[in-house]
């Protein structure tokens, strides 16, 4: 068994690994994984590290001014560009390639700053996304993107222990994915039906379900709503309360999932195991 590294071996090779790069365009999402490579990125580079958020219907609001917030406070050089996913038939399609496309659309944004400044393209990828159904790694590939956290070898543990010693408030984050990934594939991804499980989420959230998952099927009319397994027998006897919430947000159905929530449930549409 590899013995576990420490933090300080652990930061000294982030720490490394970005200060082998002149410049840095950090793609920034407020996530755990973006939110250190930004926040080490600014400290060892200063304002050489440049964290971008790419703003699209896909990003809920909440996760924006989340991301906003977390930059001033770190004193994190921050923009905001719009991408156009959705007006990419091959995105709007959804098929198992959707994340291809999408990452696609943000390097067609962030090529013009990178150029301009002379920066790379830096990605919150880990370890962990490596066994999972990620076709937007393709893409940056292609585009020469880095991946500070690959590269050091953090996984997602090794993500937030390090995040919790830096004191950074990202450290317990939940994982949270972009809203495409709620929409079964092969439904098409409208901002629409973005905007119905955004609103969905919010009001599960408002019933004190902080982790939760809102999959939107057959078109958009069917919500399948994802808790974590120890919060489904409370889902349950909130069934009333939630499906009122959900069918709020526009929604003709709201059925409560007795598996639990897991990452990448949507995956087994594509023959693929979810990653519980």
Not at 59 to 87: K, M, N, W, Y
Not at 226 to 238: C, H, I, W
Request: charged share 25%; net charge negative.
């Amino acid at each position: 068994m590899v013995p576990e590294r420490s933090v300080e071996v652990l930061m000294a090779a982030l720490c490394a690994r970005l200060r082998r790069e002149e410049r840095v365009l950090v793609a920034y999402s407020g996530g755990v994984d973006s939110a250190l490579v930004a926040a080490v990125a600014a400290q060892e580079l200063g304002e050489r590290a440049v964290a971008v958020t790419a703003v699209s219907a896909s990003l809920p609001r909440s996760e924006r001014a989340a991301a906003r917030a977390f930059a001033t406070e770190r004193g994190i050089a921050h923009v905001e560009v719009a991408t156009d996913e959705l007006d990419r038939p091959e995105y709007v399609a959804n098929g198992g390639d959707r994340c291809y496309h999408c990452k696609s659309a943000l390097f067609d944004a962030l090529a013009p700053l990178a150029a301009l400044s002379g920066a790379r393209i830096a990605l919150g990828t880990n370890t962990d996304d490596l066994g999972d159904h990620r076709p937007g790694q393709a893409a940056a590939a292609a585009r020469g993107a880095i991946a500070p956290l690959l590269d050091a070898g953090f996984g997602k543990a090794e993500v937030r222990r390090v995040s919790d010693a830096l004191g950074l408030v990202t450290a317990a984050k939940p994982a949270a994915a972009c809203l495409a990934s709620r929409v079964a594939y092969g439904d098409p991804v409208t901002a629409e039906v973005l905007e119905r499980v955004e609103r969905a989420e919010e009001a599960v959230r408002a019933l004190g379900f902080a982790v939760c998952r809102v999959r939107a099927h057959g078109g958009g009319a069917v919500a399948r709503l994802e808790v974590p397994p120890e919060d489904v027998s409370r889902a349950a006897s909130l069934r009333g309360e939630l499906d009122a919430g959900v069918r709020a947000a526009g929604f003709e159905f709201c059925a409560l999932d007795l598996q639990g929530f897991a990452s990448g449930r949507m995956n087994v549409l594509l023959g693929m195991p979810s990653s519980r």
